[in-house]
């Protein structure tokens, strides 16, 4: 039987609808269990101001959390030496909402003044992924089809029937990071409890490729 093998490669621009804010919290205490308490204790803060905004408790997503023992170096008579300082908790999460440069300005404005100080970055996404992803897959191998019937028709034989079909299930991100916390510093104060933040992300373009197999006669 003889085949031909050909590589489709599929391309969306698309226009991001979903806004995800990034939440790191750290810190360091002297006890293990100091630690996870004042972890959880920042994370429900999270939780209380973020509920003021129309999210649901479970909204916060974690993304890692971790507790690791950390040491600080000092000399003593010409010695380097390490010292225990104390356990250093690092707990990351987001939430994401339907993209709303007024609801957002109102968040930003808050944890800019929250006695949590939780470290921040902004990204955005599309709200169906998965649509998106088999959009993606659907141009990959109409490109193929395409190819192999440019290559066929040259070559004087018939395309026959798929033998196999090879995708990489890679995964694909679907995001644009236009900011971070020390870019608050330019955003201009709209009114009392918010910021006037006027981000348009930019379209986030992706591709994928998958390779066909053809029967050929």
Excluded: C
């Excluded at 002297?30 to 939780?47: F, G, K, V």
């Excluded at 992924?129 to 395409?146: H, I, S």
């Excluded at 066929?152 to 990489?168: E, R």
């Amino acid at each position: 039987m003889r085949t031909i093998r050909v590589t489709g490669r599929g391309q969306l621009k698309l226009h991001p609808d979903t806004t995800v804010i990034t939440l790191s919290l750290e810190g360091t205490e002297p006890e293990y269990a100091d630690a996870l308490r004042r972890s959880a204790e920042d994370t429900e803060s999270l939780r209380d101001l973020l509920a003021g905004f129309g999210f649901l408790r479970s909204d916060l997503k974690t993304l890692s959390f971790q507790v690791d023992a950390e040491y600080e170096g000092y000399q003593e008579e010409g010695v380097y030496k390490q010292r225990f300082k104390g356990y250093r908790y690092q707990h990351r999460t987001k939430a994401e909402f339907p993209s709303d440069n007024g609801r957002l300005g109102k968040i930003l404005y808050a944890l800019a003044r929250s006695p949590v100080r939780a470290e921040f970055s902004l990204s955005y996404t599309v709200g169906d992924p998965e649509a998106a992803k088999n959009a993606l897959l659907g141009k990959a191998v109409a490109d193929a089809r395409e190819k192999a019937a440019v290559l066929t028709q040259a070559a004087g034989v018939a395309l026959g029937q798929i033998q196999s079909i090879d995708y990489s299930w890679g995964e694909i991100r679907f995001e644009a990071r236009p900011m971070n916390r020390s870019m608050l510093a330019s955003a201009k104060n709209m009114a009392e409890g918010s910021f006037d933040m006027d981000i348009e992300p930019e379209d986030i373009q992706v591709s994928d490729t998958v390779t066909v197999l053809w029967e050929i006669g």
